[in-house]
T-cell receptor
Framework: EAQVTQNPRYLITVTGKKLTVTCSQNMNHEYMSWYRQDPGLGLRQIYYSMNVEVTDKGDVPEGYKVSRKEKRNFPLILESPSPNQTSLYFC???????????FGQGTRLTVV | QQQVKQSPQSLIVQKGGISIINCAYENTAFDYFPWYQQFPGKGPALLIAIRPDVSEKKEGRFTISFNKSAKQFSLHIMDSQPGDSATYFCAAITSGTYKYIFGTGTRLKVLA
């Protein structure tokens, strides 16, 4: 089954404790991206990757890091989480940017 | 210039009615305009998409109308059903920049 898998689904952490949210896709897609969803603000792009080892900033990259060492995986790293990073996070993948994006189930992160 | 303005924020429609959601943009370089549907607890899923060389696209009860000169596009849901109750996001993409810009979302409720 074609899918994008994020882990964990729910995470509560403390300020400053490094964390990683994993994302994996099984469709051999080249384009992957991370979004955060906040009430009233919609989905905002954090980082995207056009292919292996090629990443770039979206609209809200501050406080986040990504890497793309393999085509299928695109982890999101929060080196020092802060409460303003409490949000619902989605990973997505597609053949290219202007094509149907397949989203993961989301990760609800709370930073206290 | 990179924003996509979506309205209304919420919409209540009677079963069988027409739901209309509007989006406006400024950047004339956008070349792909998808609409995504999101149910509670799920990631967004592509509903329908259009490119600027087409003024209208219909898939079942869902239609995108695209007005290039006005820089607006809209989603029409004909014969709205309670199962259509969800949050809808428009988006705009410029293939050359690889960035995905989403609207702020419309929460649709269809009354039985």
């Amino acid at each position: 089954e074609a899918q994008v898998t994020q882990n964990p689904r729910y995470l509560i952490t403390v300020t400053g404790k490094k964390l990683t949210v994993t994302c994996s896709q099984n469709m051999n897609h080249e384009y992957m991206s991370w979004y955060r969803q906040d009430p009233g603000l919609g989905l905002r792009q954090i980082y995207y990757s056009m292919n292996v080892e090629v990443t770039d900033k979206g609209d809200v990259p501050e406080g986040y890091k990504v890497s793309r060492k393999e085509k299928r995986n695109f982890p999101l790293i929060l080196e020092s989480p802060s409460p303003n990073q409490t949000s619902l996070y989605f990973c997505a993948s597609s053949w290219t940017v202007a094509a149907e994006a397949f989203f993961g189930q989301g990760t609800r992160l709370t930073v206290v | 210039q990179q924003q996509v303005k979506q309205s209304p924020q919420s919409l209540i429609v009677q079963k069988g009615g027409i739901s209309i959601i509007n989006c406006a943009y400024e950047n004339t370089a956008f070349d792909y305009f998808p609409w995504y549907q999101q149910f509670p607890g799920k990631g967004p899923a592509l509903l329908i998409a259009i490119r600027p060389d087409v003024s209208e696209k219909k898939e079942g009860r869902f239609t995108i109308s695209f007005n290039k000169s006005a820089k607006q596009f809209s989603l029409h849901i004909m014969d709205s059903q309670p199962g259509d109750s969800a949050t809808y996001f428009c988006a705009a993409i410029t293939s050359g920049t690889y960035k995905y810009i989403f609207g702020t979302g419309t929460r649709l409720k269809v009354l039985a």
